[in-house]
């Protein structure tokens, strides 16, 4: 089965081809950070014009890239949230058409199934069940994953995701966005325990995560002592090491209560290389096995969600002409396919 995969939840264009024996063909991403680094974060209308822009030739520059023609697709996959509404209508209107035109299946995939799956194209992918963390701008949790559709929350952010925090505690700093990234270099450059932060919600029982008072101190030490660059540095330093931190004993708590020997961590977030050791280190002792997307596949792209649909598609899932889209899904609301509503 080859699959059309296209993602414009947010301020990426990402579009790829997934075939069911052969893997990833061929997949490309347009990024609007210049287009919205001016704002300091995600306009949405200017969100909406830049995909309707790129999304028709960078569909046409994928399929040239891996020899395809438009006739020999079997389906279409699409994100149908969650994410910006503007941005949600470009991408599912035009695989529809795209679909209804090839009289070939088209599916509206969860854009947070997509991250959580993306780990599974790699050469050593994990198997089910495994416990995820997921990282991204808009969301921050933690999923008991027993197999495709059988989801169970088991904690998530009360108030911003972590890469909110991220890129908040950027324009704190002077930095530019996206945050995340120019956090994590300027932190490299700091010096570890000149600062030290809270670890939210981590002194009580659960797997709540909370990132506005870590956000509040930081904001208060930037006020208090950051008219220095090399204090800036220390700051940042000092915020990455909290983040990285409660994650840790956050994972190490879930593990320790669902029994799971595997943890994928994937988004936008699970790029960090902070992160990454972090909870290599921690897992080490207790026998578990980390399994993070490759770098390509940490931000929104086509490539997870084509694997999305098609894992979905080939256990007979399908949709109606109808489609919606929706800014607001909640994860644990998918069901496995087989299931009534499997979606």
């Known amino acids: 089965m080859l699959v059309l995969g296209i993602e414009t939840s947010c301020d990426e264009t990402g579009i790829a081809l997934f075939d069911g024996e052969r893997g990833i063909l061929a997949h490309s991403v347009y990024s609007q950070v210049e287009v919205h680094a001016a704002?300091?974060?995600v306009v949405p209308e200017l969100a909406s014009r830049d995909h309707v822009r790129k999304i028709l030739p960078l569909i046409k520059q994928t399929l040239a890239e891996a020899?395809?023609?438009?006739?020999e697709l079997d389906a279409v996959a699409y994100t149908a949230g969650p994410g910006l509404i503007g941005a949600l209508l470009v991408g599912s209107s035009v695989a529809r058409s795209l679909a209804f035109s090839l009289d070939i299946p088209a599916l509206g995939v969860h854009h947070m199934e997509g991250h959580l799956l993306s780990p599974l194209l790699d050469d050593n992918p994990p198997s089910m069940p495994f416990l995820a963390l997921l990282v991204s701008g808009g969301h921050t949790m933690l999923v008991d994953v027993q197999a495709l559709g059988d989801y169970r929350i088991l904690g998530e952010s009360l108030d911003d995701a972590a890469g909110e925090a991220f890129d908040k505690v950027a324009k704190m700093l002077g930095l530019g966005y996206p945050g995340g990234p120019a956090v994590e270099s300027l932190a490299r450059t700091g010096r570890s325990g000149r600062f030290r932060f809270p670890r939210p919600m981590t002194n009580r029982p659960g797997l709540d995560f909370s990132f506005s008072g870590l956000k509040t101190f930081t904001l208060n030490t930037v006020n208090e002592f950051g008219d220095v660059d090399s204090v800036r540095?220390?700051?940042?330093?000092?915020?990455?090491?909290?983040?990285?931190?409660?994650?840790?004993?956050?994972?190490?708590?879930?593990?320790n209560q669902t029994g799971l020997k595997s943890l994928v961590v994937s988004g936008g977030v699970?790029?960090?290389?902070?992160?990454?050791?972090?909870?290599?280190?921690?897992?080490?002792?207790?026998?578990?096995?980390?399994h993070y997307p490759r770098l390509e596949f940490c931000t929104d792209n086509g490539a997870m969600i084509a694997?999305?649909?098609?894992?979905?598609?080939?256990?007979?899932?399908?949709?109606?002409l109808g489609f919606e889209v929706r800014p607001r899904w909640a994860l644990d609301s998918l069901a496995a396919p087989g299931k009534p509503g499997a979606l």
């Not at 915020?239 to 956050?250: D, G, L, Q, R, S």
């Not at 699970?270 to 980390?290: F, K, Q």
């Open 39 to 41: 704002f300091g974060g």
């Open 67 to 71: 020899s395809v023609e438009f006739d």
């Open 233 to 255: 540095a220390d700051i940042a330093c000092a915020f990455v090491e909290a983040v990285v931190e409660t994650f840790v004993i956050k994972c190490r708590r879930a593990l």
């Open 270 to 290: 699970s790029a960090n290389l902070a992160l990454r050791e972090g909870l290599s280190t921690m897992a080490r002792p207790l026998d578990v096995a980390v």
């Open 307 to 320: 694997y999305a649909g098609y894992r979905r598609l080939r256990e007979g899932v399908n949709e109606s």
